[in-house]
Every structure is written in C-alpha cells, then in structure tokens.
T-cell receptor, first 114, second 114 residues
C-alpha cells in the first residue's frame, strides 16, 4: 500500500529557531497536505498543495510540493511555544477519478523550548 | 458555525461489548470520513460515506466494523464484540461536496477496551 515517510520523528528546538521537516512517498500524490495535531484534538489543516513544484505560505509556515510529486517539505520560521504539536503530512488519493482518501505519515513531534 | 462534532469523547468498553461512535459533520457538509489512529501513528483511512451511501470502505476491517450515514442524524461507526486491539482514537472528518481535500476533523473519540 501507499506509505509516507516523515522525518525527523521528533525535534527539540529553542524559541525563535527555524524548523524544517519533510515527507517522502513511494507513490505519486496529486495533492499534498500538512496538518498539525495537538494533544487530545483532531488534526487541523495548515497548508494544501495542489501542483508539482508549488510553494505555498501561511504566515510563518511555508510548504513545497516536490517536482516528482513524491515529496514535500514544511518550514516554520521563528518558532514560538504554541508551535508545539505533531505535524503530519498527508497525500490525497482515491478511485474512480475522485480523490478523497488521505494517507498520513507518522508525524514529526515538535517541542519548542521558551 | 460549529465544527465537526464527535461523541462521546472517551468511551470505555469491556471485551465483547459494542461501541457506537457518533459524528455530526459541519453544517452544509454531506461527505463524512472515518479514520483510526493508533498510539504514535498517523491516521489511517477507514471509510468514506455520503448521505445514505457507503462510497469506499476499503480501510474497514471486514468483520465487526460497520458505518452508516443516514438521511437524518449523525454518522455512526459501530464496532461489535470489541477486542483490546480496537483501542485507538477514532476521528471523523467532513467536507463539502466537490472539495474532498478540505477535510475538517472532529476532536475524536478515544476508545479503550478493557
């Protein structure tokens, strides 16, 4: 089946530092998404990428969709304590010409020290 | 505009009992998805439903699990004769018609099987 590999598994950084995490896949996805999950909550969509090579920003977050459509990275600039959480990449796929199924990576746990 | 609602938030069952998890999608959303998350893992797709129709249940175990999304009322994920391995967080997501990439997740139901 399709698998997404995220790295690193965890990161410990100081407040104000920049963060980079990435995700690779054995399969091509037409849409990549990045989610953040906090303890006891469901994932929240941060950024969606629809075109190969696309670079998209959302505030301090920037994500890029790889040219091969098999990878993506997420950068967080000037981290703050509330950035703490688990960051998941996800690829969208489906059948019958309709994409609806999200395949998630295992996540990157981010800890920010004030 | 209320988000996706799930109840109960926590559910404890003994082996052999039935578990019923409910999901009310966001207003205006007619597409519902269920995902399961094991500890320290990403979410795994289980089933995709539209009103009164199961579109894709390829991620559902063949036995003991069923899902429905009736014309009226919430979507229900039902697990019969629960076993310890069913302990997990179950998340529901909903999306508007024609926009499956924009799945909004509920807070999840954490099922513990004793």
């Amino acid at each position: 089946g399709q698998q997404l590999n995220q790295s690193p598994q965890s990161m410990f950084i100081q407040e104000g530092e920049d963060v980079s995490m990435n995700c690779t896949s054995s399969s091509i996805f037409n849409t990549w998404l990045w989610y953040k999950q906090e303890p006891g909550e469901g994932p929240v969509l941060l950024i969606a990428l629809y075109k190969a090579g696309e670079l998209t920003s959302n505030g301090r977050l920037t994500a890029q969709f790889g040219i091969t459509r098999k990878d993506s990275f997420l950068n967080i600039s000037a981290s703050i304590p509330s950035d703490v959480g688990i960051y998941f990449c996800a690829g969208l796929s489906g059948s019958g010409g309709s994409n609806y199924k999200l395949t998630f990576g295992k996540g990157t746990l981010l800890t920010v020290n004030p | 505009n209320a988000g996706v609602m799930q109840n109960p938030r926590h559910l404890v069952r003994r082996r052999g009992q039935e578990a019923r998890l409910r999901c009310s999608p966001m207003k205006g959303h007619s597409h519902v998805y269920w995902y399961r998350q094991l500890p320290e893992e990403g979410l795994k797709f289980m089933v995709y439903l539209q009103k009164e129709n199961i579109i894709d249940e390829s991620g559902m175990p063949k036995e003991r699990f069923s899902a429905e999304f009736p014309k009226e009322g919430p979507s229900i994920l039902r697990i019969q004769q629960v076993v310890r391995g069913d302990s997990a967080a179950y998340f529901c997501a909903s999306s508007p018609p024609g926009a499956p990439a924009t799945q909004y997740f509920g807070p999840g139901t954490r099922l513990t099987v004793l």
